[in-house]
C-alpha cells in the first residue's frame, strides 16, 4: 500500500491506519494487563488456600479471575509473569499476621526470583522444598516466622541465591556445611534461631558478603578466624552465642568497610584488641556481656565516626581512654571496674545522643553540675550505684522524651513532688536515695517504678504497683502498703 501524502487518499487511509493500530494496540495492552499467566494465578490461590488465618486482610486482593499482577505484594514482569512474591506485616498492629503453611503451590510460579515473607508471625512448617525446584531464585527472605525442623543439607543446591535470610524463626540443628556452596550470596542471615553446633570453616568462601549475622543462636565453639575472605563486609553480627575463646585476629582485615560489629554475650574473652581502633568506618560496636578484661585499648581514640558504643558488663579496668567522637547516640559503659569520676566530655557534648548509661562507673558529681549541651533527645539515662548528689529536677524537667532514667543507690535529694511526668516516661528508679516529699499522682501512668528506701511521706495515689517499689521509706501508707491512719 503505498500511503505517499501526494495520494488523494493518503490522509484518509493513513488516519483509517492508525485507528486499527490504536484499536489493535489497545485491545493487547488491555489483554496483557487483565490476564495473569495461568500458573502462577493457579500458584498464588493455592498459596492463598493454605492460609488458616488472616485477619487483617493482607491477601483479600488475591481474587480468581483478577489480574494476579495487582494483587498485594506481586510483581510482575517478562511479559506478565510473576516475579516476586513479597507479604509483610506489621509489628505495631497485632492482627496483622498469617498463619498457615508455604504452600508448595507456589512451585508453579516458575519465574519467581525473590520470596519476602518477612514479619508475618505465624508461617509455620519445615523449610520449603519447593524452592529447589524456582530456577530464578536470587532472594529468599522468610524473616520473623515460625518454620522449624533443620535447614536441610540440600541448602547448597540453591546456587543462584544472592540472599538468604531465615532470621527469626525456630530452625535448630547445625548449619548445613553446603551452605559453603552458596558463593553468590551478598547477604546471609540466619539470626533468632535455634542453631547448634559450631560455625562452618566453608562459609569463608562466601567473598562476596556484604551481611552475615549468625546473632542470637546456640552456636559453640571458637569463632573461626576466616574473615580475611571477607573483603566487602559491612556488618557482623554473632551476639548472643556460646562461643569460647578470644576474638580472631583476622577481624581486623575488615576494618576499611565494617559498619557494623556485634559481638555481645558470646562467651569471648581476654583483652580487647588494639585493631578495633583502626576501624575507621565503625558505626556501632557492641562487646558487651562478655568476659573481657584489661584496659580499653588507646586506638578507640581513633574511632572519631562511632555512634553507638556498648562495652557494659565485662571486667574492663581504668585508665577509659579520651575519645574524639563527633557526635555519639548510645553509650554504655555500665557494670565493669572504671571509675571515671566524671561523665566523660565527649558525651556530654554530643547533640544527638539520646542513650547514656554509666551505672557504676565511679562517677562522683553534683547532678547540677552536669551540663549536658542537649537533653532534649534523650531517651534513656542510666546513673546507678555511683556518687552523685543534688537534684535531679533540673535535668528531668528538660527532657521531653525521656523514656527511661534509672539513678538507684546514689545520693540523690530532691523533692519528688517537683518532678513533671513526661508523657512518654515509662521507667523510673530512684531507690535508695535521700528523695523526700509526696509520690505524684503523675507516677501511675509509669510501667515501671522503684522509690523504695528513700525519705517519702504521705498518702500513696492509685496505682498498680507492688509493695516493693515503696518500701523502706519514712511514712508512706494507703495500698499497696498499709492503710493511712485516720485522723480522730
Known amino acids: ?115 519476602y515473607l518477612q514479619n508475618l508471625r505465624n508461617i509455620s512448617g519445615p523449610f520449603p522444598d519447593f524452592l529447589f525446584g524456582l530456577p530464578e531464585l536470587k532472594f529468599i527472605y522468610i524473616e520473623n516466622n515460625k518454620l522449624s525442623g533443620r535447614i536441610p543439607g540440600s541448602i547448597g543446591n540453591l546456587t543462584g541465591l544472592s540472599a538468604l535470610s531465615l532470621s527469626g524463626n525456630q530452625f535448630s540443628g547445625p548449619i548445613p556445611s553446603s551452605i559453603s556452596q552458596l558463593t553468590g550470596l551478598t ?10 553446633g559450631p560455625i562452618p570453616n566453608g562459609i569463608q568462601k562466601l567473598k562476596n558478603l556484604t551481611l552475615f549475622s549468625l546473632d542470637r543462636n546456640q552456636l559453640s565453639g571458637s569463632i573461626p578466624d576466616f574473615f580475611g575472605s571477607f573483603s566487602e563486609l559491612r556488618i557482623l553480627r554473632l551476639s548472643h552465642n556460646k562461643f569460647i575463646g578470644k576474638i580472631p585476629a583476622s577481624i581486623s582485615a575488615l576494618a576499611p568497610k565494617l559498619i557494623y560489629l556485634e559481638l555481645a554475650q558470646t562467651g569471648l574473652n581476654g583483652q580487647i584488641p588494639q585493631f578495633l581502633g583502626n576501624f575507621k568506618t565503625l558505626d556501632k560496636l557492641n562487646l558487651s556481656r562478655n568476659n573481657f578484661s584489661g584496659v580499653v585499648p588507646r ?24 575519645m574524639s567522637v563527633k557526635g555519639i547516640e548510645s553509650l554504655d559503659l555500665s557494670y565493669n571496674k572504671f571509675h571515671l569520676g566524671e561523665i566523660p566530655k565527649w558525651a556530654t557534648s554530643s547533640p544527638i545522643i539520646y542513650s547514656l548509661k554509666l551505672a557504676r562507673c565511679g562517677i562522683k558529681l553534683r547532678l547540677e553540675d552536669w551540663k549536658p549541651s542537649h537533653t532534649y533527645f ?14 535531679a529536677i533540673g ?10 532514667f534509672w539513678a538507684s543507690r546514689n545520693k540523690l535529694k530532691f523533692n519528688l513532688e517537683s518532678l513533671r511526668i513526661v508523657e512518654r516516661l515509662k521507667y523510673l528508679d530512684l531507690s535508695r536515695n535521700e528523695v523526700f516529699g509526696k509520690v505524684p499522682n503523675g507516677v501511675s501512668k509509669l510501667e515501671r517504678l522503684n522509690v523504695s528506701y528513700n525519705h517519702l511521706c504521705g498518702k500513696l495515689p492509685v496505682t498498680n504497683f507492688s509493695a516493693s517499689a515503696f518500701l523502706g521509706n519514712d511514712c508512706l501508707c494507703g495500698s499497696p502498703l498499709a492503710p493511712c491512719k485516720s485522723i480522730a
Open 378 to 391: 534523650y531517651d534513656f539515662i542510666d546513673l546507678s550505684e555511683n556518687e552523685i548528689s543534688g537534684s
Open 187 to 196: 547477604q546471609l542471615n540466619l539470626g533468632g534461631n535455634r542453631l547448634t
Open 299 to 322: 586506638s578507640f581514640a581513633n574511632l572519631t565516626k562511632i555512634f553507638n558504643l556498648d562495652l557494659s558488663r565485662n571486667y574492663l579496668i581504668d585508665p577509659f581512654p579520651n
Open 1 to 115: 500500500m503505498n500511503l505517499s501524502l501526494s495520494h488523494p487518499h493518503s490522509h484518509f487511509l493513513l488516519l483509517l491506519f492508525f485507528f486499527f493500530f490504536t484499536i489493535l494496540t489497545h485491545h493487547s495492552l488491555t489483554v496483557t494487563s487483565t490476564t495473569c499467566h495461568v500458573d502462577d494465578e493457579t500458584g498464588l490461590l493455592g498459596f492463598k488456600s493454605s492460609i488458616t488465618a488472616d485477619p487483617s486482610g493482607i491477601l483479600s486482593s488475591w481474587k480468581p479471575g483478577s489480574d494476579c499482577c495487582t494483587w498485594s505484594g506481586i510483581t510482575c514482569l517478562f511479559g506478565s509473569r510473576v516475579t516476586s512474591l513479597s507479604l509483610m506485616g506489621q509489628s505495631s498492629k497485632p492482627n496483622s499476621f498469617l498463619s498457615g503453611p508455604i504452600s508448595p503451590s507456589l512451585s508453579k510460579v516458575k519465574f519467581l526470583d525473590g520470596l
Open 395 to 404: 535535668l528531668l524537667n528538660m527532657t521531653d522524651y525521656l523514656v527511661g
